[in-house]
């Protein structure tokens, strides 16, 4: 088991920049891929980044790309989803997720943290 806890969201102006962090808690962190993801009010949760393992590989949806940056910190136990040049569409509650292949984690996670709510003020 693997238990996921996000923090570091809150209230920006469009422009800023925030840090998401996930603290991971299990003996398996490492071996795990990471992802993030988040969702809209009324709309569906949409993958955002994933990191392997290793942090060698990393994958990122369209509209972040250059605006995202996610990366891991194994011997912490985190993973992170720094967010420059921040938009107003990028409100969303934003979650972590892991699995234990990068497939998996984008497709279908195995476990989710709480959230972590990212609202971008225009």
């Known amino acids: 088991q693997v238990q996921l806890v996000e923090s570091g969201g809150g209230l920006v102006q469009a422009g800023g920049s925030l840090r998401l962090s996930c603290a991971a808690s299990?003996?398996?962190?490492?071996?795990?891929?990471m992802g993030w993801f988040r969702q809209a009010p009324g709309k569906e949760r949409e993958f955002v980044g994933a990191?392997?393992?290793?942090?060698?590989?990393?994958y990122y949806r369209d509209s972040v790309k250059g605006r995202f940056t996610i990366s891991r910190d194994n011997a912490k136990n985190t993973v992170y989803l720094q967010m420059n040049s921040l938009k107003a569409e990028d409100t969303a509650v934003y979650y972590c997720?892991?699995?234990?292949?990068?497939?998996?984690?984008?497709?279908?996670?195995?476990?989710w943290g709480q959230g972590t709510q990212v609202t971008v003020s225009s």
């Open positions: 997720a892991a699995s234990e292949t990068i497939v998996v984690v984008i497709r279908k996670p195995e476990y």
């Open positions: 299990g003996r398996t962190f490492s071996s795990y891929a």
């Open positions: 990191i392997s393992w290793s942090g060698g590989m990393t």
